[in-house]
Protein backbone atom coordinates (compact mmCIF):
# COMPACT_ATOMS: atom_id res chain seq x y z
CA UNK A 1 0.00 0.00 0.00
CA UNK A 2 3.04 2.43 0.69
CA UNK A 3 4.57 1.86 -2.65
CA UNK A 4 1.27 2.60 -4.26
CA UNK A 5 0.46 6.08 -2.07
CA UNK A 6 4.17 6.85 -3.35
CA UNK A 7 3.25 6.26 -7.14
CA UNK A 8 0.47 7.96 -6.83
CA UNK A 9 1.96 11.15 -5.18
CA UNK A 10 5.09 11.14 -8.16
CA UNK A 11 2.26 10.81 -10.60
CA UNK A 12 0.74 13.84 -9.23
CA UNK A 13 4.01 16.05 -8.93
CA UNK A 14 4.85 15.17 -12.25
CA UNK A 15 1.29 16.53 -13.27
CA UNK A 16 1.92 19.89 -11.26
CA UNK A 17 5.18 20.44 -12.49
CA UNK A 18 3.85 19.89 -16.05
CA UNK A 19 1.15 22.76 -15.62
CA UNK A 20 3.76 24.76 -13.90
CA UNK A 21 5.62 24.59 -17.35
CA UNK A 22 2.55 24.61 -19.38
CA UNK A 23 1.63 28.34 -17.23
CA UNK A 24 5.38 29.48 -17.86
CA UNK A 25 5.98 28.75 -21.58
CA UNK A 26 8.16 31.61 -23.15
CA UNK A 27 5.89 33.62 -25.35
CA UNK A 28 7.32 32.17 -28.61
CA UNK A 29 7.80 29.06 -27.99
CA UNK A 30 6.97 26.71 -30.88
CA UNK A 31 4.94 23.47 -30.91
CA UNK A 32 8.26 21.49 -31.71
CA UNK A 33 9.88 23.05 -28.63
CA UNK A 34 6.73 22.50 -26.40
CA UNK A 35 6.43 18.59 -27.54
CA UNK A 36 10.43 18.21 -26.85
CA UNK A 37 9.91 19.26 -23.05
CA UNK A 38 6.63 16.57 -23.42
CA UNK A 39 3.63 19.22 -23.49
CA UNK A 40 0.59 19.20 -25.61
CA UNK A 41 0.91 21.46 -28.40
CA UNK A 42 -0.57 24.91 -28.18
CA UNK A 43 -4.01 25.82 -29.03
CA UNK A 44 -3.77 28.17 -32.35
CA UNK A 45 -4.15 31.66 -32.33
CA UNK A 46 -5.11 33.72 -35.32
CA UNK A 47 -4.10 36.99 -36.39
CA UNK A 48 -0.69 38.16 -35.84
CA UNK A 49 1.58 38.60 -32.76
CA UNK A 50 3.19 42.14 -32.36
CA UNK A 51 6.59 41.57 -30.67
CA UNK A 52 6.87 43.34 -27.48
CA UNK A 53 3.02 43.73 -27.00
CA UNK A 54 2.06 41.43 -24.06
CA UNK A 55 -0.78 41.18 -21.92
CA UNK A 56 -1.36 39.02 -19.26
CA UNK A 57 -2.64 36.65 -21.45
CA UNK A 58 0.33 36.76 -23.76
CA UNK A 59 1.72 38.39 -27.09
CA UNK A 60 -1.49 40.48 -28.63
CA UNK A 61 -3.19 39.23 -31.49
CA UNK A 62 -3.74 41.70 -34.35
CA UNK A 63 -5.99 40.87 -37.30
CA UNK A 64 -3.83 41.47 -40.66
CA UNK A 65 -7.06 42.51 -42.27
CA UNK A 66 -6.40 46.17 -43.26
CA UNK A 67 -8.68 49.08 -41.58
CA UNK A 68 -12.18 49.86 -43.40
CA UNK A 69 -11.82 53.16 -45.47
CA UNK A 70 -14.84 55.03 -45.65
CA UNK A 71 -16.16 55.61 -48.80
CA UNK A 72 -16.52 58.97 -49.98
CA UNK A 73 -20.04 60.47 -49.85
CA UNK A 74 -21.57 60.56 -53.33
CA UNK A 75 -23.00 63.74 -54.50
CA UNK A 76 -26.54 64.20 -53.74
CA UNK A 77 -28.54 65.35 -56.64
CA UNK A 78 -31.30 68.35 -55.82
CA UNK A 79 -33.46 69.50 -58.64
CA UNK A 80 -35.66 72.23 -58.57
CA UNK A 81 -36.40 76.13 -59.49
CA UNK A 82 -34.74 78.96 -58.56
CA UNK A 83 -36.88 81.16 -56.44
CA UNK A 84 -35.74 84.81 -55.63
CA UNK A 85 -37.20 86.51 -52.75
CA UNK A 86 -36.41 90.04 -50.50
CA UNK A 87 -35.03 90.41 -47.51
CA UNK A 88 -37.77 90.13 -45.55
CA UNK A 89 -38.70 86.75 -47.70
CA UNK A 90 -41.45 88.16 -50.21
CA UNK A 91 -41.11 85.79 -52.68
CA UNK A 92 -40.70 87.75 -56.29
CA UNK A 93 -40.72 84.86 -58.78
CA UNK A 94 -38.67 82.13 -60.28
CA UNK A 95 -35.52 82.17 -62.37
CA UNK A 96 -36.60 82.48 -66.25
CA UNK A 97 -35.94 79.88 -69.17
CA UNK A 98 -36.84 82.23 -72.55
CA UNK A 99 -34.84 81.68 -75.74
CA UNK A 100 -32.34 84.13 -76.90
CA UNK A 101 -29.72 86.50 -75.12
CA UNK A 102 -32.05 87.40 -71.84
CA UNK A 103 -31.87 83.84 -71.10
CA UNK A 104 -32.19 83.64 -67.18
CA UNK A 105 -31.05 87.17 -66.42
CA UNK A 106 -33.91 88.14 -64.67
CA UNK A 107 -37.45 86.55 -63.28
CA UNK A 108 -40.70 84.64 -65.04
CA UNK A 109 -43.47 86.38 -65.56
CA UNK A 110 -45.14 84.27 -68.10
CA UNK A 111 -46.13 80.94 -66.39
CA UNK A 112 -44.80 78.30 -64.45
CA UNK A 113 -43.56 76.72 -67.92
CA UNK A 114 -40.99 79.22 -68.96
CA UNK A 115 -39.03 78.39 -65.08
CA UNK A 116 -35.68 77.28 -65.32
CA UNK A 117 -35.37 74.22 -63.47
CA UNK A 118 -31.82 73.26 -62.30
CA UNK A 119 -29.97 71.00 -60.21
CA UNK A 120 -27.21 71.24 -57.97
CA UNK A 121 -25.20 68.55 -57.25
CA UNK A 122 -23.46 68.58 -53.58
CA UNK A 123 -22.13 66.47 -50.57
CA UNK A 124 -23.20 67.42 -46.97
CA UNK A 125 -20.81 69.37 -45.57
CA UNK A 126 -20.08 70.85 -48.63
CA UNK A 127 -16.61 70.59 -49.65
CA UNK A 128 -16.00 73.43 -51.98
CA UNK A 129 -17.99 76.12 -54.51
CA UNK A 130 -20.60 74.19 -56.52
CA UNK A 131 -22.02 74.69 -60.21
CA UNK A 132 -26.41 74.77 -60.91
CA UNK A 133 -26.80 73.57 -63.94
CA UNK A 134 -30.08 74.19 -66.42
CA UNK A 135 -31.71 70.68 -66.97
CA UNK A 136 -34.62 72.38 -69.36
CA UNK A 137 -33.10 75.44 -71.03
CA UNK A 138 -34.75 77.44 -74.06
CA UNK A 139 -31.35 79.20 -74.67
CA UNK A 140 -28.69 77.94 -76.79
CA UNK A 141 -25.42 76.07 -74.11
CA UNK A 142 -23.86 76.85 -72.08
CA UNK A 143 -26.08 76.06 -69.21
CA UNK A 144 -24.10 76.53 -65.83
CA UNK A 145 -25.54 79.53 -63.95
CA UNK A 146 -23.26 81.73 -63.09
CA UNK A 147 -21.69 85.32 -63.33
CA UNK A 148 -20.39 87.22 -66.06
CA UNK A 149 -18.23 90.13 -66.13
CA UNK A 150 -16.59 92.81 -68.68
CA UNK A 151 -12.48 92.52 -68.61
CA UNK A 152 -12.63 95.81 -67.87
CA UNK A 153 -14.82 96.32 -64.33
CA UNK A 154 -14.54 92.49 -63.27
CA UNK A 155 -13.04 93.73 -59.96
CA UNK A 156 -15.61 94.00 -57.25
CA UNK A 157 -15.53 95.31 -53.74
CA UNK A 158 -16.69 97.51 -51.39
CA UNK A 159 -16.77 100.93 -52.59
CA UNK A 160 -16.90 99.87 -56.37
CA UNK A 161 -20.01 100.12 -58.13
CA UNK A 162 -19.24 97.50 -60.68
CA UNK A 163 -21.78 94.80 -61.87
CA UNK A 164 -21.91 91.29 -62.80
CA UNK A 165 -24.20 89.73 -64.86
CA UNK A 166 -26.35 86.85 -63.53
CA UNK A 167 -26.30 84.75 -66.61
CA UNK A 168 -25.72 81.58 -68.00
CA UNK A 169 -21.83 80.76 -68.38
CA UNK A 170 -19.43 78.06 -69.34
CA UNK A 171 -17.96 75.52 -66.68
CA UNK A 172 -15.11 76.79 -64.63
CA UNK A 173 -13.39 75.50 -61.50
CA UNK A 174 -14.43 75.95 -58.03
CA UNK A 175 -12.45 79.10 -56.66
CA UNK A 176 -11.02 80.09 -59.73
CA UNK A 177 -10.18 83.77 -60.71
CA UNK A 178 -12.71 84.55 -64.23
CA UNK A 179 -12.03 82.75 -66.94
CA UNK A 180 -11.89 84.20 -70.37
CA UNK A 181 -15.08 83.18 -73.00
CA UNK A 182 -14.71 85.39 -75.80
CA UNK A 183 -15.25 89.06 -74.96
CA UNK A 184 -15.88 88.40 -71.42
CA UNK A 185 -14.94 86.95 -68.29
CA UNK A 186 -17.20 84.45 -65.87
CA UNK A 187 -17.25 81.99 -63.43
CA UNK A 188 -19.34 78.82 -63.30
CA UNK A 189 -18.62 77.26 -59.81
CA UNK A 190 -19.37 79.86 -57.35
CA UNK A 191 -22.50 79.08 -55.39
CA UNK A 192 -22.27 77.18 -51.79
CA UNK A 193 -25.71 75.99 -50.95
CA UNK A 194 -27.03 75.31 -47.35
CA UNK A 195 -29.26 72.03 -47.22
CA UNK A 196 -31.33 72.86 -44.29
CA UNK A 197 -32.57 76.60 -45.86
CA UNK A 198 -32.05 75.56 -49.35
CA UNK A 199 -30.71 79.03 -49.83
CA UNK A 200 -27.94 79.14 -52.77
CA UNK A 201 -25.18 82.12 -52.14
CA UNK A 202 -22.62 83.14 -54.41
CA UNK A 203 -18.73 84.12 -54.01
CA UNK A 204 -16.82 85.75 -56.98
CA UNK A 205 -13.08 85.47 -57.05
CA UNK A 206 -11.62 88.51 -58.43
CA UNK A 207 -8.94 88.64 -60.76
CA UNK A 208 -6.56 89.07 -58.16
CA UNK A 209 -7.54 85.69 -56.07
CA UNK A 210 -9.24 87.85 -53.69
CA UNK A 211 -12.78 86.81 -52.34
CA UNK A 212 -15.18 90.04 -52.25
CA UNK A 213 -18.77 90.38 -50.73
CA UNK A 214 -21.15 88.83 -53.63
CA UNK A 215 -24.60 90.47 -53.40
CA UNK A 216 -27.46 89.31 -55.74
CA UNK A 217 -29.08 92.30 -56.63
CA UNK A 218 -32.55 92.76 -58.57
CA UNK A 219 -33.34 95.32 -61.00
CA UNK A 220 -37.37 95.61 -61.00
CA UNK A 221 -37.39 98.01 -63.47
CA UNK A 222 -35.72 96.37 -66.24
CA UNK A 223 -36.35 92.80 -65.10
CA UNK A 224 -32.75 91.95 -64.74
CA UNK A 225 -30.57 89.94 -61.87
CA UNK A 226 -27.21 91.07 -61.09
CA UNK A 227 -24.10 90.71 -59.23
CA UNK A 228 -22.50 93.34 -57.44
CA UNK A 229 -19.85 94.07 -54.30
CA UNK A 230 -21.30 96.58 -52.73
CA UNK A 231 -25.47 97.70 -53.50
CA UNK A 232 -25.43 101.24 -52.34
CA UNK A 233 -22.02 102.06 -54.27
CA UNK A 234 -24.12 100.96 -57.78
CA UNK A 235 -27.70 102.66 -56.18
CA UNK A 236 -25.53 105.99 -56.01
CA UNK A 237 -24.36 105.69 -59.62
CA UNK A 238 -28.05 104.49 -60.93
CA UNK A 239 -31.11 106.48 -61.59
CA UNK A 240 -33.45 103.28 -60.88
CA UNK A 241 -32.12 101.58 -57.76
CA UNK A 242 -31.52 98.20 -57.17
CA UNK A 243 -32.51 95.65 -54.24
CA UNK A 244 -30.29 93.13 -52.65
CA UNK A 245 -32.55 89.94 -52.91
CA UNK A 246 -31.69 86.27 -51.86
CA UNK A 247 -32.18 82.76 -53.90
CA UNK A 248 -33.44 79.53 -52.70
CA UNK A 249 -34.03 76.10 -54.16
CA UNK A 250 -37.37 75.58 -54.78
CA UNK A 251 -37.69 71.60 -54.78
CA UNK A 252 -39.77 69.61 -57.23
Not at 15 to 29: F, K, Q, R, T, V
Not at 113 to 123: F, H, K, M, N, R
Request: overall charge positive; glycine content about 6%; charged content about 15%.
Amino acid sequence: MMVVAFVKFWVLLLSLSSALLSIHAAPYETNGERMARGLPPARPKFGRYVPGVVTREGPTAVSGAKYARTSPTPPTPFKGRLQVRTNEGHVLGNVRNWAGPASISGINFLGPDQDSIVEVLTTNPQKEPINIVVKNPAFDPPFFVGASANPSNSHIGLGLRNPLAFTNVDSTPPNSPPVPRGDRLVESAIWSFDHKTLELKAQWVNPDHSKPPTILAYDIRNNVLFFTGDIDAYNRDNSFPASAVHMFLLRE
